[in-house]
């Protein structure tokens, strides 16, 4: 094919593109530019501060890990998932084949790994990292991932530098910025996510042939609330558990059906559905100060 | 005076740029998200940008990085978190324009860029040199690969077509 005739077609699908290349007016061009700055401006002075905080009480004693990877195989049998009720006794909680940290049957191993609007039962949200990691890890055995970011991270943006650990679907993110459990300086459980997918195989700097390969789904670990309510439950279930605390909408900023369940001053449960009818199930849900686009 | 520029500036490029960030994204979509957030930030430091040997080559670079880094990661990421369909990845266009655009896809991204500069900004390869930071010669031997593939690509694409007529 000659360059002339290239050329002929490049400028074919210039005439055919410019038509529907509608303009916005200028003068919103300019407001969004307006808009952006005022942010980037917040985004500069609000770390300024938290270094000024963070100096003023002395340093954190750990830095961020690097990302290490997967620390142990995901099971490829699907392990139990967190019993719904609390009268199932924790015991049934099986981690990954090389699980170093047997299940305690002291008294503290007898509260559950539990989606709750304040935590995961056993730890809540505001807990430091190092003690919500040893309950964890006391229940749910070795973690199946561990990673740490600043600034963008795969789940979004977040308060602050973001440390997170996933046993199966269970994401839980701790940080050291402020968030309405603790003040910064201090490594904190600050939200959990049940998820789809592996998050931490997006690669942010992918730049590759579009759409970019999907990252694969995840197993395992899938906790649940006390009434039995998950990954996978259906739009009807979520009804009927939580009848006029829930809304479901549709829209941004996922452009897609999500949930709220609002529970008061026990704060709340949210995430996405598979759609809007009674069989649609949960694809995502969180609690906590979730990290932002 | 500064902000008349900057309109005249907008009015001028805004369509062509879109077309050109469209045909190395190959969603349209994207391609005006990346350029209308570029011009936003263009208009915010037209000072400085206003100034600049090419204020069109700057608009452009930053809608490229948009389109291959923020913009695109964050709508992945709202895709594999709500599963929700994705836009339609092309517009409505004839049948030889979608061809051409889906054989753009199929090449590097470093392939697309030169296409896109060479044939719709209509640079010279010292400039795309200059956009892409890479040496002029480098820009030469993409250039003359970059073309192969995409005909290669077209007459594929071609033949698919005819052959599935038959």
Known sequence: M??????????????????????PAVGAIRRRGRRRQRTVRAAVLVPAVLVGALVARGVEDQQPRPWVGPVAPVPTTQPASVPPTSAVPPTTIEGPPTTPAAPSTTAAAAARVELRPDGLGVVGFGTGEREALDRLERRLGAPDERGAWRGATPFGTCPGPVRAVRWG??????????????????????TYQVDAVRRTAIDPDYNGPWPPPDPPPLRGVSPQTAAGIGFGSTLAELRRVYGRHLRVSYGEPAMAYQFRVDLGAAGELSGSLSGGTPSATITFLAAGAPCGE | MAERDFDEFYAGNYGRLVVQVFAVTGNLADAEDAVQEAFARASVCWGRVGSYHSPEGWVRRVALNLAFTGLRRARRLVEVLSRAPAPPPVPPLPADSLALVAALKALPLGFRQVLALHYLADLPVERIAGELGIAVGTVKSRLARARQALARQLIDGEEEVTSGRR
């Open chain 1, 169 to 190: 679907r269970l994401y839980v993110l701790f940080t050291s910025g402020p968030t309405r459990y603790a003040a910064g300086g201090r490594w904190h459980l600050f």
């Open chain 1, 2 to 23: 000659a360059g002339d005739e290239l050329r002929q077609r490049f400028e074919m699908l210039e005439a055919e593109v410019l038509p529907l290349a509608e303009s």
